[in-house]
C-alpha cells in the first residue's frame, strides 16, 4: 500500500461521513397522545353561527402535537356552546390538517378564509408554519391566534412592525430565561451561576441570552458560560470549570438528550449544585435520576392548584377517556377561549378590527396563567416552575412576570 | 507493495498521479511549511504550560477526562487498524457496529434485566458478585453479537468484493455504515429517538488529593484542591488496556494470530500453506467488532444517552487515531488514541468545546501531510 492512497481514501471517506454526521437526528419531544376527539357537527341555531378554524398538524412530524392542540380548542368550542354560544351564535370548528409545514399550512389557511369564509383562525402549532400563515391571514383582516408558536417572527413582520390581527398564548422564548433569572435570585436565592449553552440553537442561545440579562440586572454575577455543541457526549471539561467556579446555579436550557448527559456527569463530578432550564426539559425520555434536584420552566402543570387548572383537566379527562391534557392542549384550550372572550367583548363576529381591539385589551383568566398582550401581540402571563425530584416532576412555584 | 498494487492498480495510480503536483512546487515551499508547523507546535506546548502553571487541578482533571475519552478511542481504533491490516479496507462501518454494541446492551439491561440473572439464579449471591458476573454477561453478549454482525457484514458487502478495486469496497463500506444508522432509526428497531441509558451498575465518584482519597457523595464532596474521576474511568482504562494486552498475546503467540500475519503479508502464498484466508478474515472483523461492542458498552456507561447515530463521530476519531499512530499498527492505534484522547479534552478545556472536532480532524490533515504512514508507519513494507 502506497502512502498517498491511504491519504486519499482517508480524507475521502472523512468527508462522507463528516456530511452524514450533518443529519444527526432532532429530539422530538412526544407527549401522550389523547384520546380521539368525536367529529362535531352542531346544527346552525337560529341565532346564526361563527365560524373558527383550527390548523392543527394532524399528520407530519409531530403528530400528537396536532391531536392535543384540537382536543384542547374543541374542548373549548364545545363549553362554549353549551353555554348558549357567543352573542347568541353558535361556534362551528373547522378542523384542518396542516402537518406542521408551510405549504400544507398555507393551503389549509386560504382554504378555510376563501371557502369557508372564516374570519378566525386557532394555529398552527409550529412557528414554521405559523409564519406564513401569519402572512395571509393579516393580509385578509382575519384574526389568527397561535396557541404554541414561540418564534417572535410570529406576530412581528421581518420589517419590525406588528402584525396587527396575529397573536399567540403562549410566552416566547426569551421570557422563558427571564422567569429563570427571577426565579433563580428570588426563590433559590442563588448569587452566581453558571450558564452552559449550544451556540447554534435559537432557542438555546434565546433562552440563555434573556437569562442572563435579567440575572445580572437582578444582582446576579455570570461567573462562567460555555458552549457546547448537539452532538457532543462529553462535559467533562465544561463541568470541571463548573467545579472551579462554584456557581449556586448552572442554567442549562436545552433539551431532555442533552440535559440527560449533562446532569448525569455532573452527579459523577461531585457537583450539587442545581441545575435549571425551559420547557425543552418537559419529556418522558427526561432521565429523572440525572436531573434530580433540578427546576425548569413550563407553560402549566397538572398539579397547579388554582381551580382553573382543576376544572379543566377534570372536563378534559370526562370528554377524552381520562387522559391528562399536556400543554399543547392547555394552550389551545385557552387559545380559543381568548379568542371567543374577545368575540363576546367586541359584541360582533363581522368586524375583525373590533375584535382584534378587544382581544388587545383582554385580561383573560386561562388555565395556563393570567393572560394580557403586549405590544407585540405576546402574551405577559406567569410560567410554572417544576422541581425534578425523587424520580418524579413535581410543581414548584408559578412566576409572575 | 507489489501485491497490493497488482490488488488494486487504479487507486494505487490515481493516487501518486494526484501527488505529483506538490511536489514539484519547490523546496522552498516546504520550508514555509514545516516553519508553520513548528510555530504552531510552538504555540500548543506555550499555551499547555501556561494552564498548566497556572491551574495544575483543572489540568489534571482534563487529562483525566481525556485519557478516558482515549482508552476508548484505542478500543475501536484496534477494530479499523486490524482490519486495515489483512485486507486493506477501511471498514468505516465500524463506528456503526460500536453504536450498536452500546443498543444490545441497553436492551440487554432495560428490556431482559440480564445484568441481575445471578441475583435471580442464585438468591443467596452477594450483591456485589452479582453485579460483576451480571455486568460481564452483558458485555460478553454484546461483544458476541457485534462480533456476529461483523462476520455477516464481511460476508454479505465485503467478500464479493475482495478482488474489486479498493474504492469501491470503501464506497461499500460508507453504504454499509449509512444502512446501520438509518435501519436502526426505524422505530421498530432501535428508534430515531435519544434514549437514556440504564447502567447495569453504579458509577460512583471519587477524589484524590492531598487528604487522601475518598468517595464523593452528596454529604461529603470532594474538598478542595482534589482531582475527581468515576469508576467507569477506572473500568475504561482496565478493559482497554487489558485487551491490548490480549490482541498482542493473540497475534503474536497463538496459531490464528500467525495465520492473520501471514495473510496481512501475502495472502495467495498463505493459501498455498494450507490456511483459509477467508476464516481468518472472518475472524479479524470478528474480533475487531468484539472489542467496538465491548467499547460501545463502556461508552454507553460513561455517557448514558444513546441514538442510532452515536457511534459517528467515536468512529471517526478513532479512525483518526488510528491513522495517526499509523494504520495496521496495533500499538499505534493506542498510542494515536491516547494522543487524540488528550487533544480532544484539552481543546474543549482551553480553547472552546465546539472547536474540538475542528482540532481532531485538523490533526488528521497535519499527519497526511507531515508522516502519512503515522507515528508506528513503516513506509515501504507490508505491515501486519
Known amino acids: 500500500m502506497n502512502s498517498r492512497s491511504i491519504k486519499m481514501i482517508s480524507i475521502l471517506g472523512a468527508a462522507a461521513l463528516a456530511l452524514a454526521a450533518c443529519a444527526a437526528p432532532r429530539p422530538v419531544a412526544q407527549p401522550e397522545q389523547p384520546a380521539e376527539a368525536p367529529k362535531e357537527q352542531p346544527a346552525a341555531p337560529a341565532g346564526g353561527e361563527i365560524k373558527i378554524a383550527i390548523l392543527a398538524p394532524l399528520s407530519g412530524p409531530v403528530p400528537t402535537f396536532g391531536v392535543s392542540t384540537r382536543d384542547g380548542a374543541l374542548l373549548a368550542i364545545e363549553e362554549w356552546n353549551a353555554k348558549g354560544g357567543v352573542n347568541g351564535m353558535k361556534i362551528v370548528p373547522i378542523v384542518e390538517d396542516s402537518q406542521c409545514t408551510a405549504d400544507p399550512a398555507v393551503n389549509a389557511a386560504n382554504k378555510v378564509i376563501d371557502q369557508d369564509g372564516v374570519k378566525f383562525i386557532i394555529g398552527e402549532v409550529c412557528s414554521k408554519a405559523s409564519i406564513p400563515v401569519s402572512e395571509i391571514a393579516n393580509a385578509k383582516k382575519v384574526i389568527q391566534i397561535s396557541p404554541t408558536s414561540t418564534n417572535p417572527a410570529v406576530t412581528v413582520g421581518s420589517d419590525g412592525a406588528v402584525k396587527p390581527y396575529i397573536f399567540r398564548a403562549c410566552f416566547i422564548d426569551p421570557f422563558q430565561g427571564q422567569v429563570a433569572a427571577k426565579f433563580a435570585l428570588e426563590t433559590l436565592g442563588a448569587k452566581t451561576a453558571f450558564i452552559m449553552l449550544d451556540q447554534a440553537n435559537d432557542y438555546v442561545r434565546g433562552l440563555a441570552e434573556f437569562f442572563e440579562k435579567s440575572f445580572t440586572e437582578g444582582g446576579g454575577q455570570i461567573v462562567g458560560k460555555e458552549t457546547y455543541t448537539d452532538k457532543d457526549t462529553d462535559f467533562s471539561a465544561i463541568l470541571s470549570k463548573v467545579a472551579e467556579a462554584k456557581p449556586d446555579l448552572v442554567y442549562l436550557p436545552d433539551y431532555y438528550n442533552i440535559v440527560n448527559l449533562v446532569a448525569k456527569q455532573a452527579k459523577e463530578k461531585g457537583l450539587t449544585m442545581p441545575f435549571m432550564g425551559g420547557d425543552g426539559w418537559d419529556s418522558s425520555d427526561l432521565d429523572l435520576t440525572a436531573a434530580d434536584g433540578g427546576y425548569f420552566t413550563n407553560h402549566y402543570s397538572s398539579e397547579d392548584t388554582r381551580p382553573e387548572v382543576a376544572a379543566f383537566i377534570k372536563a378534559y379527562g370526562a370528554k377524552y377517556n381520562g387522559a391528562v391534557p399536556d400543554a399543547l392542549a392547555v394552550l389551545a384550550y385557552d387559545a380559543a377561549n381568548i379568542l371567543i372572550e374577545s368575540i363576546k367583548a367586541a359584541g360582533t363576529a363581522d368586524d375583525t378590527d373590533k375584535v382584534r381591539e378587544a382581544m388587545k385589551a383582554i385580561n383573560f383568566k386561562g388555565v395556563s396563567g393570567q393572560i394580557t398582550f403586549d405590544d407585540n401581540n405576546n402574551p405577559v402571563k406567569s410560567a410554572v416552575v417544576l422541581q425534578v425530584k425523587d424520580g418524579k416532576v413535581s410543581y414548584n412555584t408559578t412566576v409572575n412576570p | ?384
Open chain 2, 1 to 384: 507493495m507489489q501485491q497490493a498494487s497488482a490488488e488494486q492498480p487504479i487507486a494505487v495510480l490515481s493516487a501518486d498521479a494526484l501527488s505529483v503536483a506538490p511536489r514539484q512546487s519547490g523546496a522552498g515551499l516546504a520550508w514555509i511549511g514545516r516553519g508553520f508547523l513548528l510555530a504552531l507546535a510552538a504555540l500548543v506546548v506555550f499555551i499547555l504550560a501556561r494552564n498548566l502553571l497556572d491551574n495544575p487541578r483543572l489540568f489534571a482533571q482534563i487529562v483525566i477526562s481525556g485519557l478516558q475519552l482515549g482508552f476508548v478511542y484505542a478500543l475501536i481504533a484496534l477494530g479499523y487498524t486490524m482490519v486495515y491490516g489483512i485486507v486493506r479496507l477501511i471498514n468505516f462501518a465500524h463506528g456503526d457496529v460500536f453504536m450498536v454494541g452500546s443498543f444490545v446492551s441497553f436492551f440487554a439491561v432495560s428490556r431482559f434485566s440480564l445484568h441481575t440473572w445471578p441475583a435471580v439464579a442464585f438468591p443467596g449471591i452477594s450483591p456485589d458478585l452479582s453485579t460483576l458476573i451480571g455486568a460481564v454477561s452483558v458485555i460478553v453478549l454484546s461483544m458476541i453479537v457485534c462480533a456476529a454482525l461483523a462476520v455477516v457484514i464481511e460476508r454479505v458487502a465485503y467478500k464479493p468484493l475482495r478482488n474489486a478495486p479498493r474504492i469501491t469496497a470503501l464506497i461499500t463500506a460508507i453504504g454499509v455504515s449509512f444502512f446501520l444508522e438509518f435501519f436502526g432509526a426505524l422505530n421498530f428497531v432501535f428508534s430515531p429517538r435519544f434514549i437514556p441509558y440504564q447502567r447495569p451498575f453504579d458509577v460512583y465518584a471519587y477524589w484524590i488529593g492531598a487528604q487522601g482519597i475518598g468517595m464523593v457523595t452528596p454529604q461529603t464532596p470532594a474538598p478542595d484542591g482534589s482531582i475527581t474521576f468515576s469508576s467507569i474511568f477506572v473500568i475504561i482504562v482496565v478493559a482497554s488496556i487489558l485487551m491490548q494486552i490480549l490482541l498482542q498475546w493473540l497475534v503474536k503467540r497463538t496459531k490464528i494470530g500467525k495465520a492473520m500475519r501471514a495473510s496481512a503479508v501475502d495472502k495467495p502464498t498463505t493459501r498455498l500453506m494450507g490456511v483459509n484466508v477467508d476464516r481468518v478474515i472472518s475472524f479479524t472483523f470478528a474480533v475487531g467488532a468484539a472489542f467496538a461492542g465491548l467499547a460501545g458498552v463502556l461508552f454507553a456507561i460513561a455517557y448514558p444517552s444513546i441514538h442510532t447515530q452515536l457511534g459517528i463521530l467515536p468512529g471517526l476519531k478513532a479512525f483518526v487515531a488510528a491513522v495517526l499512530g499509523g494504520i495496521g499498527s496495533i500499538p499505534g492505534a493506542l498510542v494515536g488514541a491516547l494522543i487524540m484522547g488528550q487533544a480532544e479534552a484539552l481543546t474543549a478545556g482551553y480553547i472552546s468545546t465546539p472547536m474540538r472536532d475542528a482540532v481532531a480532524f485538523t490533526i488528521l490533515i497535519i499527519v497526511l501531510l507531515v508522516r502519512p504512514t503515522g507515528i508506528f508507519g513503516e513506509p515501504e513494507r507490508e505491515k501486519a
